[in-house]
T-cell receptor
């Protein structure tokens, strides 16, 4: 079974631009979570989607948004990019609704650099 | 508040030596616990997980972890380290969803392996 895939793997943008990242979960998984990873803050939760509904949202500004499609694929969007948005963005999928007992499987990440 | 502490930021061990990475958690209920490993520029790979039952859990790549409720710990061990084990290791506790998401991560321990 194929793992979680994320595209693109690398992105370079300039301040003020917007960006869209994509995540395809493991086949059959209906829950997708997004995380931002930076050297200073570590792994921080962005949001979680299950069956096209956002279930949880982390403490990020409204510039960060996401959605999930009927095939469970998910996208996240960051508008008006800031230098501090440079990070590795990780997507994770799980088979159920990612309640605390369900295992999350991570993709390789998208490295976003904002210049 | 729920939290995970990995006291060691960086550990260096010699190849063939034993390894123990420490993890302490704070959670009000019975925890679901995970260890993930991350190679540079890559996503997180699940090493092992504890949900219930036997407190000694076996994982991939020869790793094991022991859950000790009295010490609120879930330390990761390996009897003989290989050069390919050099990576960053993250301990996480599964929580009921919220603004922190369904997984709360420690800050990670970077493992270096000396030849």
């Amino acid at each position: 079974k194929a793992g979680v895939t994320q595209t693109p793997r690398y992105l370079i943008k300039t301040r003020g631009q917007q960006v869209t990242l994509s995540c395809s979960p493991i086949s059959g998984h209906r829950s997708v979570s997004w995380y931002q990873q930076t050297p200073g803050q570590g792994l921080q939760f962005l949001f979680e989607y299950f069956s096209e509904t956002q279930r949880n949202k982390g403490n990020f500004p409204g510039r960060f948004s996401g959605r999930q499609f009927s095939n469970s694929r998910s996208e996240m969007n960051v508008s008006t990019l800031e230098l501090g948005d440079s990070a590795l963005y990780l997507c994770a999928s799980s088979s159920r609704d990612a309640r605390r007992g369900d295992t999350q499987y991570f993709g390789p990440g998208t490295r976003l650099t904002v210049l | 508040a729920q939290s995970v502490t990995q006291p060691d930021i960086h550990i260096t061990v010699s190849e063939g030596a034993s390894l123990e990475l420490r993890c302490n958690y704070s959670y009000g209920a019975t925890p679901y616990l995970f260890w993930y490993v991350q190679s540079p520029g890559q996503g997180l790979q699940l090493l092992l997980k504890y949900f219930s039952g036997d407190t000694l859990v076996q994982g991939i790549k020869g790793f094991e972890a022991e859950f000790k409720r009295s010490q609120s710990s879930f330390n990761l061990r390996k009897p003989s380290v290989h050069w390919s084990d050099a990576a960053e290791y993250f301990c996480a506790v599964g929580v009921v969803g919220g603004s922190q998401g369904n997984l709360i991560f420690g800050k990670g321990t970077k493992l270096s392996v000396k030849p």
